[in-house]
């Protein structure tokens, strides 16, 4: 075994800050029900924001990336304003078109250094921060759910009329499920720029979001572990690939594909992982 | 029993990682030992697939001269190659794998500057060397006026390319006026057209139309109708060899008259085949003189090799290795301290040109830049030219 730590470390780290748009489009998607194919857009609003307020405005870090998430969660208010009462596939599209439009915007605002993108911005990000502030995240995430707001936001996702008819507005807990979501994201955005310590639109492409979409769905709907499990493993999966060199994104698809026909519910298939549940599953073998 | 499976899968992948990840690897520090080890990063897939390939090979083929020649300072060298396919953060985590896990003592690429800048931090806290290939953009060196201590290259940059577009349209092709179409979300003609536009603005010249494009578009009449109404001298084009080849075609249906220009976005065996009779009589700004000996030298050893005709990024990566080559032999030394001291004081001849770094700038200064013509379907190369 000689992995270097540092080499692991910048993988845990990357898989880390991923992890939080995913956690937040695993709200979105997982628990409401509702697709979105432009995550990327509010990771690169998240950036961009948090690199202004710490270059230009000398904002400390921790704050600047909470003002990157809110600015992010401010954007999606006024999407979701627009969009959340179009029914079914529309709102996918739309955030397709949105995530795409903040691309070609950020590319021709000269401001923020346009497509060239924006090099030496601080680098603050670690390991231990991704660590302590994905810790928080998925913290807060599971009171989310496991409140009455995350049950109804999880009954608009099983069955849209019934929950209007028990009396919960649809809108309101479509709204705030996509403006947590966002939140997230832009936090996310917010750290890949200071690990980076660079930004460029190009990074925030149609595929960022893809494959954000396809972490929660690899990870299991409905699931935080899985999420996290998801994160994890796809974003370690192309560097456990390298000895493939051209095919390594062939071998990357072809795994992904392999393992959704093999485990169409994703890895946790809805389940959670938590410490009842690992006793529950050390006690049953030795009954057998 | 689903969990039994899932815990089950979960072992699997984990021992499949750990395997592979580990297979073929030893960690010996690399001055130690018989080999020496050299990483080259780039895209090996994706849309920049066919210059990263051609990079790759070109490293390889150097390397392998090198070590049929007794090898480096007495030993072998191993050439590592990472695939970022053409991605910022993979480049990062592929040089932390290089320097972190492979101990390489030098980095050669990768091939754009939106890889290249983001490295810049780890070589610096892994004091490893690097020397981008055609990352052309100024900030992949220097920052704030400051120089970025592990980052080097082998090419010219964005302003100075830009500027010899601009002075030879104005000095040497008598030009009054100029219209720039460019891609609007690409960085490299981005770069390209702000410093065309400075220099042919300062040297006394006129842009009478500046219009923009978005990659993937295939249509370029609407904005060229507007270019051909403002009857310009000549019509720069900084972008790629594919989307020339469409503008050229379309520009000269509508009836533009003018000369066309473009940088080294366009030497490409296909732009010829694809535009045919409508780059006829254009120039462009390249980085060498296809028909120099030494190039074509380097042109028949690498078509022996791999069977296919080198990409323009081929010559900068073999310039690249030989830089680290020399700097490896002057420094006598595997301790990247000592390489990135004796970088700084390259002063070689290579196949692209001279190449005298600068010590602040971590740039080639004054490399020549090569100013091709496309005559009877072909490049003829028509003046070296340095801007004063």
Same mark, same amino acid.
């Given at each position: ?20 748009p995913?956690?937040?489009l ?10 979105? $194919? ?88 670690? $390991? ?12 807060i ?31 309101k ?17 917010g ?23 396809? *972490? ?5 709907l ?6 996290? /499990? ?9 560097? *456990? ?5 051209? !095919? ?24 959670e ?16 | ?24 690897k ?24 066919? !210059? ?42 592929a040089?932390?794998?290089l ?36 990352a ?41 006026? /100029? ?43 609407p ?8 009857n ?92 680290? /080559? ?36 971590h ?7 090569? *100013? ?17």
């Amino acid at each position: 075994m000689d992995l270097s730590w540092y080499y692991l470390k910048g993988i845990l780290t990357l898989a880390g800050i991923y992890m939080l748009p995913v956690l937040g489009l695993s709200l979105l998607t997982g628990f409401t029900g509702l697709f979105s $194919f432009g995550h990327a857009g509010f990771m690169a609003i998240g950036g961009y924001t948090t690199a202004v307020m710490m270059t230009k405005l000398k904002i400390p870090f921790i704050p600047s990336l909470l003002i990157g998430g809110f600015t992010a969660s401010f954007v999606s208010y006024l999407i979701g304003k627009l969009t959340l009462k179009l029914k079914g596939d529309y709102f996918c599209i739309a955030t397709l078109g949105f995530g795409e439009a903040i691309r070609l915007i950020l590319e021709n605002v000269q401001y923020f250094g346009g497509a060239r993108g924006w090099p030496g911005l601080p680098l603050k990000t670690n $390991f231990i921060t991704v660590v302590v502030i994905d810790i928080i995240a998925i913290l807060i995430i599971r009171n989310v759910i496991y409140s009455r707001h995350g049950r109804n936001m999880i009954a608009v996702r099983e069955e849209e009329l019934a929950s209007q008819v028990v009396g919960i507005s649809l809108f309101k807990y479509k709204m705030t499920s996509l403006m947590i979501s966002a939140f997230y994201a832009g936090v996310g955005g917010g750290l890949l720029g200071t690990y980076l310590g660079f930004l460029q639109p190009k990074i925030f492409s149609l595929v960022r979001s893809t494959e954000l979409t396809i *972490i929660v769905i690899f990870g299991g709907l409905g699931s935080i572990t899985g999420s996290v /499990a998801g994160a994890i493993v796809l974003v370690a999966l192309p560097e *456990i690939l390298r000895s493939f060199a051209n !095919w390594r994104l062939v071998v990357y698809g072809a795994a992904v594909v392999f393992i959704m026909i093999a485990r169409p519910e994703g890895l946790m298939g809805g389940k959670e992982l938590s410490f009842s549940a690992i006793k529950n599953l050390l006690r049953k073998p030795s009954k057998n | 029993m689903k969990k039994r499976l899932l815990v089950c899968l979960l072992c699997l992948l984990m021992t499949v990682s750990f395997a592979l990840s580990g297979c073929g690897k030893d960690n010996k520090n690399s001055s130690t030992g018989e080999t020496v080890k050299i990483g080259w990063i780039g895209s090996l897939s994706g849309d920049q697939a066919v !210059w990263g390939q051609s990079e790759s090979q070109a490293v390889k083929m150097f390397f392998e001269d090198i070590n049929n020649n007794g090898g480096l300072l007495g030993k072998k060298v191993e050439v590592i190659t990472y695939d970022t396919r053409g991605d910022g953060t993979e480049a990062v985590n592929a040089v932390k794998r290089l320097t972190g896990q492979d101990k390489v003592i030098g980095i050669i690429g990768p091939n754009a500057s939106g890889q290249a800048i983001p490295i810049s931090s780890v070589l610096e806290e892994m004091k490893v060397p690097d020397i981008a290939t055609v990352a052309t953009n100024p900030k992949v060196t220097v920052v704030d006026g400051k120089v970025k201590p592990y980052n080097f290259r082998v090419c010219f940059i964005d302003p100075y390319q830009g500027a010899v577009a601009a002075g030879f349209a104005i000095d040497v092709l008598k030009a009054k006026t /100029a219209a720039v179409l460019y891609d609007v979300g690409d960085d490299y003609s981005q770069g390209l057209t702000q410093y065309f536009e400075e220099t042919f603005k300062k040297k006394g010249g006129n842009i009478v139309a500046k219009e923009g494009f978005k990659s993937g578009d295939v249509d370029f009449r609407p904005q060229l109708t507007k270019i051909k109404a403002a009857n310009p001298d000549i019509v720069f084009l900084p972008y790629f060899f594919k989307e020339v080849a469409l503008t050229t075609k379309q520009a000269r249906e509508l009836g533009i008259k003018a000369t066309f220009m473009g940088g080294d976005g366009w030497p490409s065996e296909q732009l010829l085949s694809m535009a045919k009779d409508a780059v006829e009589g254009s120039f462009f700004v390249n980085h060498l003189d296809f028909d120099d000996p030494e190039v074509k030298d380097f042109k028949t050893k690498y078509k022996n090799k791999v069977g296919k005709e080198p990409e323009l990024n081929a010559f900068l990566a073999y310039d690249a290795s030989l830089m680290l /080559a020399d700097a490896i032999k002057r420094a006598n030394s595997f301790d990247t301290e000592k390489i990135k001291e004796a970088l700084e004081t390259t002063n070689i001849k290579g196949i692209t040109g001279l190449i005298v770094i600068g010590k602040d700038t971590h740039n080639p200064e004054n490399k020549d830049a090569a *100013i091709i013509k496309i005559e009877n379907g072909k490049y003829i190369f028509q003046q070296k030219y340095r801007v004063q």
